[in-house]
């Protein structure tokens, strides 16, 4: 498909209660390819164990793939169980994702090779134990749901840094990754809202832009959220968590530039108790 | 680098970042790698997020770290040395100064001067560190060399006379009426590390002799003669108001950042025992380990909103951290710079473990 302007709008709705349970069996699959500018699309599926994305999705996945510049993108997932993984390489374009429900996987990347330029991004989730991936403008594919950085036991140990790489290791801890490398991109001008209001959910976050503003919000407990900035200058996180038993990582690494000192900006509100929060920024050059 | 001109009375030997030179018609000048204008009488040097050293004639020195400002008032060479003069005015931040080795000038018309005493040497390498209301520390190096003292300074103003004769002394002088403290030797510095000495807060020492004696500005501690008693309303007085918490985001201070923090402190690794009993209690909050307003040691603005019932802590050195939790919360923040290590507790400090690293 490939058109100069688009309008489409996309509904299934479907309840299959026994499918709701087994938890991933295949309902409805949407698998998009588009290429094209000035694309308004919605799509919005109701029920349980629908998937936006390829046609192996029992299993691995296969990302649908959008190249659009300059569009409007709503994408929603109404229902337990259900899947999104994507690739949408835009610019200039607005894309909201909403998921309303429990147990739901969202994998999506925006902006591959570096090229999330001037997106704009709002996401919210309503549920609880949601797992996520999200990467704006990060064109690493390593990270996905069941690789994060960094587990949470004996959380109260610094990470060190040296150079570029963080890592952190100590005694009793295991890690799936010793260190992470922020690797500079070359994206511009991104700003993402996430709103999240449920418990038990796993949040990977990764940025990779320069002026990226990201808001997020978490309301609920025992939630798993990592999120990572890296790249260019002042890149700025509003944070509110309010729930007890949270595991919150933020990384902001900046200075793509030799020389030049960029700032990370983190302001944070938390209401919470019992919670593990980490904080590193760095300048890498 | 920068040779003296015709017309100079020294030259920039070392530079690093952002400093420039005031001349006395008004005129900025930028120093550079590419622009290094020679000294002249009435120069203001000033540096920003940078350094500089500037060597006399008769070869004194002054090293200047950042965020400081010196005026160069005189500079006077005689073929005669005890006609000869200098007199250089400390107005703030922290700068070395060692006298020459030259023949030119006899040490005693150098003069020295900072906003709240007048420094006489007698060959002697030194620090000047000067906050933003004036008040000044003064620590006696040693000789490079020999390790031992570098000489005699002798601090006057019109509060008295203070000597110092050995390497590491220090005194403070809070104001031009109030005799400097009395010599405290500061331990757990060496050499190697003056050269790139950074004192910005008072040193421990400094501080117990300053609680010993009352010195302490009414922040910390008022000194007993300075109550006057027949002012003492203690009807009239609210108690539901803190001085402390009316500390605001508007007084937040960017330019009190001190990027290179206390060298100092550092070295004498932060007694965390003493650190936590610079409490807020007395503002009827439970932090530890910093106080509300700005705490120059750990570089926190700590805002509480009493009817927001929260409390906000911000950083700017090195990126950019701002917490905000309620004051019923119970917190433990540590954070770990290139320069230092701090830990603030709210309440018991159980509640939220937060761990920041910052590393440029």
Known sequence: MNMNKSYIFVMFGLISMSNAIAGDANDNEIFIEQTGNNVELTIQQIGAGNKYGGDNFSGTSIDMTMTVSDSYLDILLDGDYNKMFGTIATTGSTINNFITGDYNLWNQKIGVANTADTITIDSAITGSTNSVVFR????????????PLWNNTAAESFWTVSGSVWS????GQTAYWGSWTPTAGSADSLDMDLDVNGS???????VNSTNATFDWDITGSDNWIQTTMEDGADNSQTVAVTGDYNFIFVGQNTGSTVGVTNNAILDATFTTTHSDINIIQSDAN | MGSASAESIGGITEQKGVASLVRNGGEEITVSGTSVPGIELKDTAVTGNGRMLIEFLDEEELSIIEHTRIYIDEAYYDP??????MAIRMVQGTAR?????????NKSNVQLSTPTAEIAILGTDF?????????SLIILLPDEKTGLSSGKIIISNAGGTVTLEEAYQASTISSYDKSPSAPVKLSGIDPSMISNIFIVSEPQEIKEVKQQEGLLSENDNVNILDVDFLEFNELEKDYLEYDELEFSELDIDYLAVDFLQDVLDVLQALDKGT???????SSGIDLQGTIVGFDSD????????????????????????SISMLLSQSATIRTVSDQKESEIILGDGQGIIINITQVQ
């Open chain 2, 298 to 321: 750990t570089q926190y603005n700590s805002i509480v909103d009493k009817g927001a019932d929260t409390i906000k802590f911000f950083r700017d050195v090195d990126g950019v951290i």
């Open chain 1, 168 to 171: 952190r290791t100590a005694t």
């Open chain 2, 97 to 105: 100064f060692t006298s020459g080795r030259g023949k030119r000038i």
């Open chain 2, 127 to 135: 620090t000047t560190t000067i906050d933003e209301i004036g008040q």
């Open chain 2, 80 to 85: 005669d040395p005890s006609k000869s003069k």
């Open chain 2, 275 to 281: 650190s936590l009993d610079r409490s807020a209690l």
């Open chain 1, 200 to 206: 038990d959910n796993t949040l990977n976050v990764f």
């Open chain 1, 136 to 147: 704006a403008g990060n064109a690493d594919d390593s990270y996905n749901v069941d690789t």
